[in-house]
């Protein structure tokens, strides 16, 4: 074979030489990765250790800062509540007075703890009056600090603070807490804000394990020792000591704060040889407090590792050499069977051409040339495939980047591959929300879809030069997103006015279709679009307030001020009284008082629309409750009134929604009334037919019924229009009549039968009952 492959080498064919080459390169290539690795393996490891460290800690950090500001909003949250607020208004005269407020407040903490379990203990401590609220129970303050809640070091937690500040670290401690002890971190914050000095400030606690958890899990092999020290040098929290190096650097883990701290950067990389041992220390620091987060592995450790890691690399490189070279003769040998039957079937081609005069003579390279030619027409084949594609592709583009996974340079290329028309340097996202019809409709069997007569009306623009394109994809069934690439050196607003004023008028007079539109900012980066989208979405949220069909700019939005809803407890109470009463003028009246207060006098927000109609719904859900029903019983099976107020597309809608619903309470409840009426006035007259006769009154007919005299008396009258003595004597007279014209009986004789204590005053009730008296009625 040799002799064959030189003498084919000496031909020159570049098929032999290549294979050569090749092999060459394979042996070459093992030496020198095999030298490398082993000279270098050492501080390759350590700038590796190092730049891992470096990520781990940034990592670590991370995620502890973001859930230090999650706290921090929610402790802002928690301070704007109505109840903490009120709470935090009582006097030391009053506070004592309103324990329902207390259990709100209580209720409330209990219900922040539960959905947030990283906070072991939550309370507030009023200044005005004695008291700690937890999300367990009210205390006397000094019997709470000193008796339900120890720590170690002691803190002044009965110092009033005179100024306010924000989410604040306040320190690592040990406590004692219901006999049971642990280390938490404590947060503090002073309440309300909207004081100038605070009346209160609300603790936050969350475990030392916890924590440190989210700086390395104990399952976590990674091998650096990482803790966190305060802006005093404290130390906050570390991760759990596993090891004997672990062990070795928590007891030099002080100096190495020292050290830390004395390069006066916020982030670095350190190299300390501490007690005669080497050690690589990396650290950065938070970007929501003080803390300094520091990451270190003996060097030691890590040479160890690289010892090893040479001597595998030693044999490793010695074993590929030898397998290299055996795979190499092999591979030749493979090889150069069918690269000789190439240049035997071209030898053989070449004589048959010479024996064809004007057939010019093919060399190994024409050969070659042969080959891409059927290439180059199968690749024509794919391209139709990509063509037919191209739509696909272009939308897939177009989803990732209005989704944020999308680069300025992926763009770029893609833009160039894909045909895509975005030239320029700024975008900003239209999103078309369709009103009461799908974006799949085929509104005509002679026009395009929706989305490409969107893009076809953006074409059209009468602008010289048009300095902006535009592409459409669908979003769900009830959205498209508009994608406007526009030119930030000639901006012009009104080019996209223009595009807006176009569509909506286009499908309103051809279609008799509508759309609400929400525009989101121009933005400048392609990775910068999603927040033009979302700015769009914000923008449609809107809808609820500036109802549907409109064309709403997040800027209009944007510059709204925020606010809470006004809707207090008193009104509630009178709502549901109203309710209760069916006094419908007052609950109108109340509505109305809402509507103003809350969507009138200032433009509102959907957060506010939302809770507020949602507050009104649990108001009319504890009206049924408070009464003894089921909102089942009132409105029907399956029936959320929650459900329903989402449903409606917007304010006014919402408003109709739960008059409705507060009417039909109501009217249910006012029927029931009546028909418990007409039941007790049956059995009233029951026993008045039965007992006419005899000394009657509202405390004989109420014990015989088992009901209050006060009760019968409040309403009696309301369901007869009479009081009870004008009724019983309605009944004796008409008793009175049927004896008078049906016995001989004298009038005393049937006054008396028919109850009455004297004849006179049977005779002067018969003449006002009747006109006449008795004798002249038995004439």
């Known amino acids: 074979m040799f002799p064959q492959s030189l003498k084919t080498f000496k031909h020159k064919s570049i098929f032999v030489k290549m294979l050569v080459i090749f092999n060459a390169f394979i042996i070459s290539t093992i030496l020198i990765f095999g030298y490398v690795s082993y000279s270098k393996s050492s501080s390759l490891l350590i700038e590796e250790v190092v730049t891992s460290n470096n990520k781990y800690i940034e990592q670590a950090r991370n995620n502890i800062d973001r859930a230090i500001e999650s706290w921090d909003v929610l402790s802002f949250q928690v301070s704007l509540q109505n109840p903490i607020r009120r709470a935090l208004y009582l006097s030391e005269q009053t506070w004592n007075l309103d324990q329902m407020l207390f259990l709100d407040v209580i209720q409330y903490l209990k219900s922040v703890k539960l959905a947030n379990p990283l906070i072991s203990d939550i309370w507030l401590q009023p200044y005005r009056y004695p008291v700690v609220l937890n999300h367990e129970s009210k205390y006397n303050s ?35 807490s219901s006999d049971a002890s642990q280390s938490v971190i404590t947060f503090a914050r002073t309440v309300p804000l909207s004081e100038v000095s605070p009346t209160g400030i609300l603790y936050m606690n969350v475990k030392t394990e916890d924590l440190a958890n989210m700086l390395q899990s104990t399952s976590d092999p990674y091998p650096a020792f990482i803790y966190a020290i305060d802006a005093s040098g404290q130390l906050v929290i570390n991760s759990s000591v596993r090891s004997e190096h672990d062990q070795r650097i928590y007891s030099v883990k002080g100096i190495i704060a020292d050290k830390v701290k004395a390069q006066g950067t916020r982030e670095g990389y350190l190299e300390e040889k501490i007690s005669g041992e080497s050690y690589q220390i990396v650290f950065t620091s938070s970007y929501v407090n003080g803390w300094t987060y520091i990451s270190a592995v003996p060097t030691a450790f890590i ?61 190994e390279l024409g050969f070659i040339d042969r080959i891409i030619n ?69 509104l005509s069997p002679h026009e395009p879809d929706i989305i490409s007569m969107i893009d076809q009306m953006a074409a059209k623009t009468d602008a010289e030069p048009q300095h902006f394109a535009v592409k459409s994809i669908k979003k769900r069934v009830n959205k498209i997103v508009t994608i406007v690439n526009l030119d930030s050196r ?20 051809e279609h008799g279709r509508t759309f609400t539109i929400g525009i989101g900012n121009v933005y400048k980066r392609v990775e910068d679009v999603p927040f033009s989208y979302v700015d769009a979405l914000t923008a449609l949220e809107y809808k609820l307030v500036k109802g549907q069909g409109s064309v709403i700019y997040v800027d209009e939005v944007s510059k709204l001020p925020d606010r809470s809803y006004i809707y207090s407890f008193d009104t509630e109470k009178r709502i549901i009284n109203a309710v209760k009463t069916g006094s419908t003028t007052t609950l109108s009246e109340l509505l109305q008082v809402l509507w103003k207060d809350n969507l009138e006098s200032a433009p509102p927000t959907p957060e506010i629309v939302h809770h507020l109609f949602h507050a009104l719904a649990g108001t009319a859900v504890r009206t049924i409750y408070e009464i003894g029903s089921t909102t089942e019983e009132i409105f029907g099976r399956s029936f959320s009134l929650y459900r329903e107020l989402d449903l409606q597309p917007g304010v006014e809608n919402k408003k109709q929604c739960i008059e409705e619903a507060f009417r039909i309470i109501g009217e249910w409840i006012q029927g029931k009334k009546q028909g418990q009426y007409t039941q007790l006035l049956g059995k009233v007259e029951q026993f008045v037919r039965t007992n006419y006769h ?86």
Not at 144 to 150: A, E, G, R, V
């Open 142 to 176: 000094d019997y709470f600090y000193s008796q339900l809640y120890t720590t170690k070091p002691e803190i002044g937690w009965r110092k009033i603070e005179t100024g306010h500040f924000g989410y604040t670290f306040m320190g690592r401690f040990d406590v004692v």
């Open 303 to 363: 040479t160890e590792k690289a010892n090893k890691f040479r001597q595998f690399t030693l044999f490793a490189a010695v074993l590929y050499l030898a397998v290299g070279v055996i795979i190499s003769y092999f591979l030749t040998e493979r090889m150069y069977r069918p690269i000789y039957n190439i240049i035997a079937y071209m030898n053989l081609f070449e004589r048959k051409k010479d024996e064809m005069p004007g057939i010019r003579k093919e060399d």
């Open 694 to 779: 005899r000394d009657l009154s509202l405390a004989v007919v109420g014990e015989a019924l088992g009901l209050s005299s006060s009760y019968l008396s409040s309403i009696f009258k309301d369901i007869t229009g009479m009081s009870f003595v004008d009724y019983v004597n309605s009944k004796r007279i008409e008793q009175a009549k049927l004896l008078l014209q049906t016995t001989n009986h004298s009038v005393a004789d049937i006054s008396e039968r028919v109850g009455f204590t004297s004849s006179n005053t049977f005779i002067r009730v018969f003449k006002r009952h009747e006109g006449v008296t008795p004798g002249q009625f038995r004439q």
């Open 374 to 442: 059927y290439v180059y027409f199968e690749n024509h084949q794919l391209k139709g495939e990509f063509e037919k594609n191209l739509p696909a592709l272009q939308q897939k583009i177009l989803y990732d980047l209005i989704e944020g996974r999308v680069s300025s340079e992926k763009m770029a290329e893609a833009a160039e591959k894909l045909q895509l028309p975005f030239v320029f340097d700024a975008y900003q996202i239209i999103v078309f929300e369709t009103v009461d019809f799908s974006v799949d409709e085929q």
């Open 490 to 509: 000639n901006p012009n607003p009104e080019l996209i006015s223009d595009l807006i004023c176009r569509v909506t008028n286009f499908f309103i007079r």
